[in-house]
């Protein structure tokens, strides 16, 4: 089997193993009412059940920084992935408080793993195609979350329990990720990953801007997903009903976004896109607060979507160009940056809504995501494209991935 082959078997075999984690996530989440109530979890309870999986993902994302050491990614990638699905089973399968402490517990130190192997991969493949790929990966995932918001609405539509609208999903994934995993592809033929060259002297310091774009980019995330339809309803005055659609046009111009980022990366250079989201997506935030009405409002929210899209991608590319011989480590601990901004955002605006006006209040992400312009230095060089074949000099802090005109 040729490299070209392996390459392409593994990029499509972990654009899957996306593909699964985001229907996994979205069943998760969209069902969260349902799960309140199989399980009696009361509203002062909630809060707690729905942080603990953050933070054990962010432990765990550290843990694997270290497992990588030892281990290949594409191993814990294996195995973290059937272990989030039947965790998402077991959520569905329970009857009593603990059931469902103890599944989402493993859900969340599952997920954390698998969020930092995936992560890993992608970035390793990306060098090895020397061009940009990562928002491919994204996009897979997207579409995973709408087909897994689709299948949780169908399952609350036709009053399903949690067991039985989980089941087709687990029995359909599970065995393809397992025959999938075959095909992984790591950044060195049999090894530990790429943190033998260990961890440079400052590599902290590097990394602190990229942590905080993706820290301000999920809470801009999370206040999509958990305040636009109150935000629409209660305060642009739509029905009940019109006020389900902001987040789906979210995930759909995430997708679209995504599905076509890497275009424009390898077209403009990594700089330029994530430039041009971060205006998109402030822009977005912007009209949001300003909406007269609902339809505005809508407005917003897709403005959003197509701006929010390629940063968190691009955050992961730039770590691996800035660490090419570390880009593990770096990818572990940047994830935790995710679950940073997903615990801050949704309290973050639900305080300040609360405390002022949910107008003033979505100006908040909008500054926070701002940020990501003073650090956009941060994503490599102003004019450096993959695909383009360009030197890479000596002693240069930020390596561009690839080696150029890699095309597979």
């Known amino acids: 089997m040729t490299v070209d082959v392996r390459l392409r078997r593994g990029r499509g075999a972990l654009g899957f193993g ?15 009412p349902a799960i309140q109530g199989q399980y009696g979890i009361s509203d002062g309870l909630l809060p707690a059940f729905l942080a603990a999986v953050p933070i054990l993902a962010g432990v765990s994302s550290v843990a694997t920084e270290h497992l990588v050491k030892r281990i290949a990614p594409s191993t814990v990638l294996r195995w973290a ?31 954390g793993a698998l969020d930092a192997s995936m992560n890993m991969l992608g970035v390793s493949l990306q060098r090895a195609y020397g061009r940009s790929i990562m928002l491919g990966f ?27 609208g989980y089941l087709p999903a687990v029995l359909v994934l599970l065995p393809l990720v397992l025959a999938g995993s075959r095909f992984y592809v790591d950044a060195t033929a049999g090894g530990a990953g790429e943190a033998a060259e260990g961890w440079p002297a400052g590599g902290g310091k590097l ?49 679209i976004g995504r599905a076509v980022g890497d275009l424009g990366v390898r077209r403009f250079g990594a700089v330029a896109v994530v430039r ?22 809508m407005l917003g929210f897709t403005l959003l979507g197509i701006g929010l899209c390629v940063i968190v991608p691009q955050t992961f590319a730039a770590a691996g160009r800035l660490f090419p011989g570390a880009s593990d480590t ?27 006006s949910y107008r003033g209040a979505m100006l908040v992400p909008m500054v926070l995501v701002l940020v990501t312009l003073s650090q956009a230095r941060s994503f490599g060089p102003e004019r450096a494209r993959y695909g383009v074949g360009h030197e890479r000099r000596a002693g240069d802090r930020a390596v561009d991935v690839g080696r150029g005109g890699n095309e597979v």
Request: net charge neutral; hydrophobic share 60%; with cysteine.
């Open 18 to 32: 996306f593909f699964a984690q985001g229907v996994a996530f979205a069943l998760l989440v969209t069902r969260i």
């Open 81 to 111: 992935q059937p272990v989030v699905l039947l965790a998402l089973l077991g959520v569905g399968a329970g009857t009593r408080m603990w059931h469902v402490a103890v599944a989402l517990g493993v859900f969340g130190l599952a997920v």
């Open 138 to 164: 994204h996009a897979a995932y997207s579409l995973g979350g709408i087909l897994g918001a689709s299948a949780a609405w169908a399952g609350a539509h036709w009053h399903l329990a949690l067991f039985t």
């Open 207 to 255: 990394l602190l801007p990229l942590c905080l774009v993706m820290a301000c980019a999920y809470i801009g995330d999370s206040t999509v997903a958990n305040w636009s339809a109150k935000y629409l309803q209660d305060v642009l005055g739509s029905s009940e009903q019109l006020a389900t659609v902001p987040y789906n046009v979210y995930m759909v111009t995430t997708l």
């Open 276 to 297: 041009s989201g971060t205006v998109v997506a402030a822009g977005g935030f912007a009209v949001v607060a300003a909406a007269p009405g609902a339809w505005t409002g």
């Open 330 to 356: 770096a990818v572990a601990r940047l994830n935790i940056f995710n679950y940073v901004g997903f615990l801050i955002g949704s309290p973050l605006v639900g305080g300040i809504g609360d405390a002022w």
